[in-house]
């Protein structure tokens, strides 16, 4: 199993450039977030789902979409890149029913000039 | 909303001395879970503790689950070099992936 994968693992936009992060896990999980961590502020999730054709908003959504139209994958789509989107974002998956252990991917290191 | 404090940010220790990183949720939890992300990687699941009071060991590690379910702490003891990095604890509030939320993390940094 690859687990969680994320690409691309580094990315530079320019303001207003509109890009997709993506992820996909070959664990069956269903349930699959989306977090950006800054230097002080931890992992804050942005989006995340429960199942295929499920999708839902964190604590910071604003500037990002998402959508699941399978069960492996969860594209994370940047609108119009800010500077103040300059992160690195980890996608991660969890079995759910009771076992919410995530599995995280290995980033994406996005800086926005 | 769900807030999980996480003491101290920094910690710096001699290798071989003991380390502590403490956190403390605004509301009652069903759960936490610590993770640890060493420097450039991703963070990596080390235990859940779901039952009140529950204590849990890892070889040189120790989880502990408050009474109340709202505070935790991770105890190393002896640390070495591979100890570096940062450990998180992520409260959940009982709502699956969405319920969980993290705490901002201790970085720990060993001097040999």
């Known amino acids: 199993n690859a687990g969680v994968t994320q690409t691309p693992k580094f990315q530079v936009l320019k303001t207003g450039q509109s890009m997709t992060l993506q992820c996909a896990q070959d664990?069956?999980?269903?349930?699959m977030s989306w977090y950006r961590q800054d230097p002080g502020m931890g992992l804050r999730l942005i989006h995340y789902s429960v199942g295929a054709g499920i999708t839902d908003q964190g604590e910071v959504p604003n500037g990002y979409n998402v959508s699941r139209s399978t069960t492996e994958d969860f594209p994370l789509r940047l609108l119009s890149a800010a500077p103040s989107q300059t992160s690195v974002y980890f996608c991660?998956?969890?079995?759910?029913?009771?076992?919410?252990?995530?599995?995280f991917g290995p980033g994406t290191r996005l800086t926005v000039t | 909303g769900q807030q999980v404090m996480q003491i101290p940010q920094y910690q710096h220790v001699q290798e071989g001395e003991d380390f502590t990183t403490y956190c403390n949720s605004s509301?009652?939890?069903?759960?936490i879970q610590w993770y640890k992300q060493r420097p450039g990687g991703h963070p990596v699941f080390l235990i859940q503790l779901v039952k009140s009071g529950e204590v849990k060991k890892q070889k040189r590690l120790t989880f502990q689950f408050g009474e109340a379910k709202k505070n935790s702490s991770l105890h190393i003891t002896a640390t070495q070099t591979t100890d570096v990095g940062t450990y998180f604890c992520a409260g959940d509030s009982g709502g699956g992936a969405d319920g969980l939320t993290f705490g901002k993390g201790t970085h720990l940094i060993i001097q040999p």
């Open positions: 664990m069956n999980h269903e349930y």
């Open positions: 991660a998956s969890s079995y759910g029913y009771g076992s919410y252990e995530q599995y």
């Open positions: 509301t009652t939890l069903s759960n």
